[in-house]
């Protein structure tokens, strides 16, 4: 079960950092992602991680603007925004992939915690 937390309302260009953490799982083997649902609009890719942490591929909508990093060992994926906008408004949703390779598309994903609501004002 994944479990997302810290989002929140924060004005444009501000920061927050998301968290998913893995109970009855272990994330260590698994290629994380987060993805991004905005009202009326399908849920998109932004970012993934590989197992060791030393991959990563973001969308272009976010580099340079965003950090996913992971604790294996406190079974935790984080996500580091700054530099925040509107159009970044969204429910946050992290996922896991048992496998190796990085992947953008929603349905190569396996696991999907329940989302956390980020609010950006303008």
């Known amino acids: 079960q994944l479990q997302a937390s810290g989002g929140g309302l924060v004005q444009a260009g501000g920061s927050l950092m998301l968290s998913c953490a893995a109970s009855?799982?272990?994330?260590?083997?698994?290629?994380m992602g987060w993805f991004r649902q905005a009202p009326g609009k399908e849920r998109e890719f932004v970012v993934a991680?590989?197992?060791?942490?030393?991959?990563?591929y973001y969308s272009d909508s976010v580099k340079g603007r965003f950090t996913i990093s992971r604790d294996n060992a406190k079974n935790t994926v984080y996500l580091q925004m700054n530099s925040l906008k509107p159009e970044d408004t969204a429910v946050y949703y992290c996922a896991a992939r048992v496998g190796i390779r990085l992947r953008a598309l929603k349905d190569e994903y396996d696991y999907w915690g329940q989302g956390t609501l980020v609010t950006v004002s303008s």
């Open positions: 991680i590989s197992w060791s942490g030393g991959t990563t």
């Open positions: 009855g799982r272990t994330l260590s083997v698994d290629v």
